[in-house]
C-alpha cells in the first residue's frame, strides 16, 4: 500500500481516545463538532473510520473520516448508471474532512484528500463500490473537491461523487 508523503515532523495515525481531538479548530463548526463529540464512538461501533495527522507538539492538525454507504441507481448521473442494475449500489463515503485552521493552505487539505482517495482505492481492491461521494458543508468546500475531479449528483448540488473508474485511472496514472 502506497501512502502520500506528509511533511517531516507529522505522523498519519488512526483516531485514538488518546489524541486531543477536543482542541482541533478548523473554522467550521459542524466539522469540529464532529471530531470531537462522535469520531470515537462511530469508530467504536465500526460506522464510520477516522484517521488523523498529528504535529510534532502532538496536536491534531487534520483529519478525515471514511465510511461505507449506499445510493440508487436512480441518483447517479445516466453515464455512470447505464451498465449498472437497478438497484441500491454500493459506495464508498468521504464523509469529513478537515485541516487546522492555523495550518490552513500549506497543501495539508491537498495531501489528506490524496491520502483518503488512496485508502478508498485500496479497500476496493477487496470491496467494491461503484464511487466515492461526500457531502459538501459549503460552497468552499465544494471548490476544494471539485478541484480533484469530484462533479455533482443530479439534483443534488451538495452531494459530490467520484466514479470507480475516475478513481482508478488517478491511482493507477504514471507519476
Ligand atoms: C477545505 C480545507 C480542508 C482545505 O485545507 P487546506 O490545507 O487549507 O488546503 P490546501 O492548502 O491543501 O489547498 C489546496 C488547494 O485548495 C484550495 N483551497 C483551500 N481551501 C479551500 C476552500 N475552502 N475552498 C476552495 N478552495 C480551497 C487552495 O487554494 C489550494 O489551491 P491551489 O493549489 O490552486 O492553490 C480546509 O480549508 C478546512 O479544513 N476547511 C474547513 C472544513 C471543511 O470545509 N471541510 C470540508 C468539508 S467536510
Known amino acids: 500500500m502506497t501512502g502520500v508523503a506528509f511533511p517531516p515532523g507529522f505522523s498519519f495515525e488512526p ?8 482542541l ?14 462522535r469520531t470515537l464512538q462511530h469508530q467504536d461501533k465500526r460506522l464510520s ?13 487534520g483529519f478525515y473520516t471514511l465510511a461505507t454507504g449506499q445510493v440508487d441507481f436512480g441518483d447517479l448521473p445516466v453515464d455512470l448508471a447505464r451498465k449498472l ?11 469529513w474532512l478537515g485541516v487546522s485552521k ?4 500549506e497543501k495539508l487539505g491537498d495531501l489528506l484528500l490524496a491520502q483518503a482517495l488512496r485508502d478508498c482505492y485500496d479497500a476496493g481492491q477487496t470491496f467494491a463500490f461503484v464511487a466515492v461521494i461526500l457531502d459538501c458543508v459549503d460552497d468552499r468546500a465544494k471548490a476544494f473537491y471539485q478541484r480533484w475531479d469530484f462533479a455533482e449528483m ?7 461523487f467520484l466514479s470507480s473508474q475516475t478513481l482508478t485511472a488517478m491511482m493507477t496514472r504514471p507519476i
Not at 15 to 22: A, F, G, I, M, S
Open 154 to 160: 443530479p439534483g443534488q448540488p451538495y452531494r459530490l
Open 102 to 105: 492555523t495550518r490552513h493552505s
Open 49 to 61: 473510520a477516522t484517521r488523523v495527522l498529528i504535529d510534532q507538539d502532538r496536536a491534531v492538525t
Open 24 to 37: 482541533f479548530d478548523c473554522g467550521q463548526r459542524e466539522v469540529n463538532d464532529w471530531l470531537h463529540t
Open 15 to 22: 483516531l485514538q481516545r488518546k489524541h486531543q481531538r477536543h
Open 85 to 95: 442494475p437497478r438497484r441500491a449500489l454500493p459506495v464508498a463515503v468521504l464523509a
